[in-house]
């Protein structure tokens, strides 16, 4: 549920339980260097009045999650087993020392608990944002798909009507009120509802680490009274409002499903200062515009543009922002007609589900399976497994890209450049490329599999990536996507050569005296795996690769005199025009572009270049193509 809420993209199993320590699952933001731990208390009851769960034990099971996560900051990785998740878990916090920000703790019940709000704390620095999922709260969303909606009387906070102004749109799509509410008023629905006012938001809190929060704390502990004229507002949306009128103008009453969509930074930073530095609010306003969408259908397009032209203040995570374009919306209308085969050659085909929309997934759920044998016919046609997210897909196209440093970099900052390639691509047949998405889905999925069922202590998502874009860089990105397409299955004699790299991979990330997971961030990395050799097994040329001769043995695919002609059909103008290209961007390594060069060189001067110049040479033409190169000879 707190996947499907969108709370967080995904979750890492990891139960581990030891005395006044308990944690079971967790996802970690490379991004924003933030960290939510998951953990359960399941009751099994069937009477769910006996299914209470009391404040007492909801702050224990809390304080268990703290624990793990404040111990992990000392030495708890050395006192768990290495085959545990959770020492991998344990073993980033304490890699991460110094950079958390944020650590969500979500608590994940059967029972009932006492309805209260996201509860915040800081401790050694770092902001402790807890809230609960119980069974009421699960089901109302199951049932609705709907965020818990957050009603203000602004009376309660402000003491009386807000005043404001009220300007309609001449299309009645939605109606704007303009007001300044007190700086008091923000921090006290802050207090009491936490992040939930933030749902539409693209990024909750960001701690005042941040340049732009430390100078919203200055500006409030040091010139109140300059407040609303150095900072942005606030940007709201409401369900619907009731306003008065009278003499004086028109006052907000109350508010129906009251979200800020900009200004959470603000908000809480409000909220933050008065609590730590017992700063007074009374002189600060902060102006506020709140829009009303008047046609329910018009919020899901309206809102996540209101969020992102207002949020001006720091980067906005793209994955979300780009769901309406064009190829993301071409992806998934393929996905809803396009069946893939059945892997035992039955007639059984199913779907593969993009959820463009973060929880899309289990909103066609509900609303297609309404019975039990609805639904159980819904997942027997677009399993749960099937379903990819615009994560996994700039994920395992990076990869496919040769970019396993870019895909270190964390889900978002992968997207974006995952994204900025996807919106240049000019298919003619999207069909094709959809079954090639899903093709590297599986071949993903099997190189992660293998990488954790291995026991490497920890790093298993960099040693997939790596493992995998080691195999597109030395099959010059030939792997035969369709023939995975077809059986929906990669085979043994691929599955046995991903295993034998990963260990290569494994022990090359960690040679060296960095920090491993910011040295797999660094094209350094990959450059010094690309020059390892490794001899691929002439079987899985001949059979997986496409475009090669069958049976031959040689790890560049390619015979050595296909090799050197490739490159002498470039011409020196092309290897030229090709160094000044790389060297503009800054893509490779020096060493890279100047063997470009070299064969630019050599060529000119009309000799014959060697086997051992035009091997990276070719690799580095094709790598370039795939980044955008495209030389044309006059």
Excluded at 179 to 206: E, H, T
Excluded at 240 to 258: H, M, Q
Excluded at 422 to 436: G, I, S, Y
Excluded at 569 to 576: E, I, L, P, Y
Aim: hydrophobic share 35%; charged share 30%; aromatic share 10%.
């Amino acid at each position: 549920m707190v996947c499907i809420n969108g709370e967080i993209e995904s979750l890492v199993l990891c139960p581990y339980k030891s005395k006044g320590i308990k944690v079971d699952a967790y996802h970690y933001d490379d991004e924003f260097k933030d960290f939510t731990l998951i953990v359960s208390h399941f009751l099994d009851e069937d009477d769910l009045s006996k299914a209470r769960v009391s404040n007492d034990e909801v702050n224990s099971l809390f304080r268990s999650a703290t624990n793990f996560l404040t111990r992990s900051l000392k030495d708890l990785q050395n006192k768990i087993d290495i085959s545990n998740e959770a020492h991998e878990l344990a073993s980033l916090i304490t890699e991460c020392k110094g950079d958390i920000r944020t650590a969500k703790i979500v608590l994940i019940t059967d029972g009932i608990t006492q309805k209260r709000p996201a509860d915040i704390d800081d401790i050694d620095g770092i902001e402790i944002i807890r809230t609960v999922w119980d069974i009421e709260r699960t089901c109302h969303f199951c049932r609705t798909g709907e965020r818990e909606k957050i009603t203000i009387e602004f009376a309660e906070y402000c003491g009386g009507p807000l005043p404001c102004v009220v300007r309609t749109n001449e299309t009645d799509r939605y109606s704007t009120y303009l007001g300044f509410i007190p700086g008091s008023a923000l921090a006290d629905m802050y207090a009491r509802w936490g992040i939930k006012m933030l749902d539409m938001n693209v990024r909750v809190f960001l701690s005042a680490r941040g340049n732009v929060n430390k100078g919203i704390r200055e500006t409030i502990l040091k010139e109140p009274d300059m407040f609303c004229a150095y900072n942005n507002g606030i940007t709201v949306f409401a369900g619907s409002v009731e306003v008065t009128s009278s003499e004086s103008g028109f006052g907000l009453v109350r508010a129906e499903d009251f979200q800020i969509v900009n200004g959470g930074q603000t908000t809480a930073s409000l909220y933050h200062t008065r609590k730590k530095d017992r700063a007074a609010l009374s002189n600060i306003f902060v102006q506020m515009k709140l829009t009303v969408i008047h046609d329910p259908e018009d919020v899901p397009k309206l809102v996540p543009k209101m969020s992102e032209y207002s949020n001006t203040q720091n980067k906005v995570q793209m994955a979300d922002l780009a769901a309406n374009q064009a190829p993301h919306q071409e992806i998934q209308t393929i996905s809803n007609n396009i069946l893939s085969p059945d892997p035992t050659g039955g007639s059984q085909q199913t779907y593969w589900f993009y959820e463009r929309d973060r929880g899309s997934y289990e909103e066609c759920r509900n609303l297609a399976a309404r019975t039990p044998a609805q639904k159980r016919q819904f997942d027997a046609l677009r399993p749960k497994h099937q379903k990819f997210d615009k994560i996994k897909f700039g994920k395992v196209w990076n990869t496919c890209l040769r970019l396993p440093h870019v895909v270190s970099l964390g889900g978002q900052k992968n997207f974006g450049r995952f994204n900025e390639w996807l919106r240049e691509q000019k298919e003619e047949d999207w069909k094709v490329f959809f079954r090639k998405t899903v093709a590297l889905i599986v071949l993903w999925n099997s190189t992660e599999k293998i990488v954790r069922r291995q026991g490497f202590q920890g790093y298993h998502h960099n040693i997939a990536a790596y493992t995998l874009a080691w195999l597109f860089h030395l099959t010059g990105s030939r792997i035969d996507l369709e023939r995975i397409w077809q059986k929906q299955a990669v085979g043994e004699l691929i599955l046995d050569v991903l295993e034998s790299m990963s260990r290569i991979v494994n022990e090359h990330i960690r040679d060296t005296q960095q920090n491993v997971t910011e040295y797999c961030k660094r094209e350094e990395c990959w450059d010094k795996l690309k020059a390892r050799d490794f001899a691929l097994p002439g079987s899985i040329r001949a059979e997986y690769i496409s475009g090669s001769g069958k049976g031959k043995d040689d790890p560049t695919i390619s015979s050595e005199k296909e090799v050197v002609e490739f490159c002498k059909d470039k011409g020196s103008k092309g290897w030229f025009e090709l160094f000044k290209w790389l060297k503009e961007r800054n893509f490779l390594t020096p060493k890279a572009r100047s063997q470009c060069f070299n064969m630019g060189k050599f060529l000119q001067k009309e000799k014959e270049p060697s086997v051992a110049l035009s091997i990276p040479c070719k690799r580095d033409w094709e790598e370039a193509e795939i980044r955008g190169w495209n030389y044309r000879p006059e």
